[in-house]
T-cell receptor
Framework: SQQGEEDPQALSIQEGENATMNCSYK?????LQWYRQNSGRGLVHLIL?????REKHSGRLRVTLDTSKKSSSLLITASRAADTASYFC?????????????FGKGTRLSVIA | DGGITQSPKYLFRKEGQNVTLSCEQN?????MYWYRQDPGQGLRLIYY???????QKGDIAEGYSVSREKKESFPLTVTSAQKNPTAFYLC?????????????FGSGTRLTVV
């Protein structure tokens, strides 16, 4: 059951540029999370944003949430080669009770030095 | 350091063979999960456990089995009934299920059928 869907599927930028990834979801949520996955590795939790929050920052990361549009965006500012990874959004689904997060298919980000 | 350990990193399975993937955490988390990831795809939930001695099927449980006899451990067995097991398997844990807590992931096990 796919809840979140990231856009674009792939993104290639130059070092120093900003990268923006979007996530759309279908049903109401309480929380939305973003994760990073380096090639061949596990996922790393980046940030959690709750449905009553509109924006959240963590270092060079900025996440926004628009519950009326059922969408979120992840902005990475001043990107570095080390930011090259896949980025996934994950949502809960309160309508299904206390069930695990559902992950999207991810955005593959390439930062070229 | 607290964390979650998956082993082995690489696993090769012959046709008709059962194999077990190990997942251990020392984070004192109640909830544990198994996800499957195919190339270029997102994560699909196989099984999850909210507490010791309890587990529930996820979206793609057929051909897999789990146990949760200890809080720290949540092994996954890929049985011969799973016809297409070649994939990257990820174990995760969190303080509780739902979206209120971030997940901690292991580094994954890559399973290949030979």
């Amino acid at each position: 059951s796919q809840q979140g869907e990231e856009d674009p599927q792939a993104l290639s930028i130059q070092e120093g540029e900003n990268a923006t990834m979007n996530c759309s979801y279908k049903t109401s949520i309480n929380n939305l999370q973003w994760y990073r996955q380096n090639s061949g590795r596990g996922l790393v939790h980046l940030i959690l944003i709750r449905s009553n929050e509109r924006e959240k920052h963590s270092g060079r990361l900025r996440v926004t949430l628009d519950t009326s549009k059922k969408s979120s965006s992840l902005l990475i500012t001043a990107s570095r080669a080390a930011d090259t990874a896949s980025y996934f959004c994950a949502t809960d689904a309160p309508s299904r009770g206390n069930t695990p997060l559902v992950f999207g298919k991810g955005t593959r980000l390439s930062v070229i030095a | 350091d607290g964390g979650i350990t998956q082993s082995p990193k690489y696993l090769f399975r012959k046709e008709g063979q059962n194999v077990t993937l190990s997942c251990e955490q020392n984070l004192n988390h109640d909830a544990m999960y198994w996800y499957r990831q195919d190339p270029g795809q997102g994560l699909r939930l196989i099984y999850y456990s909210q507490i010791v001695n309890d587990f529930q099927k996820g979206d793609i449980a057929e051909g897999y089995s789990v146990s949760r006899e200890k809080k720290e451990s949540f092994p996954l067995t890929v049985t011969s009934a799973q016809k297409n097991p070649t994939a990257f398997y990820l174990c995760a844990s969190s303080a509780a299920t739902g979206g209120n807590y971030g997940y901690t992931f292991g580094s994954g096990t890559r399973l290949t059928v030979v």
